[in-house]
């Protein structure tokens, strides 16, 4: 008898698996492994400074580092003016930005266009 190809093996399995949701006799967690993962998605607060220092790991103007997030240039004053602060999802990829400039500066060079 002829050995299964992976492929074949990985339909298979599939197909068991979709059996084996579709009749809802079998607890699926008890019969397949499966994981449960929880990410750890608390932003860090940004203040006046924190915020201007990232702006300023990525070299950018107030201008585009607005126009890089998706905000406008009076937002930024704002908060570099300590007069508001960035929302949660800002600060999250605020916070981005600070785990890994090297990847933010190349995509910013990526993206940049000369006019």
Request: proline share 3%.
């Amino acid at each position: 008898m002829a050995k299964k190809s992976v492929g074949k093996r990985m339909i298979d399995g599939l197909r068991e698996f979709t059996e084996t949701l579709e009749s809802g006799r079998e607890n699926v967690r008890k019969k397949y492994k499966t994981q449960r993962v929880k990410l750890h998605l608390d932003p860090t607060s940004y203040d006046s400074s924190k915020v201007k220092e990232t702006r300023e790991i990525l070299c950018l103007s107030q201008a585009l580092f607005a126009e890089f997030l998706g905000v406008s240039i009076k937002t930024v004053q704002a908060w570099e003016q300590g007069v508001n602060i960035p929302q949660q999802g800002v600060c999250r990829l605020l916070d981005e930005i600070r785990h890994d400039p090297a990847y933010w500066q190349e995509r910013l060079r990526e993206m940049m266009i000369d006019v």
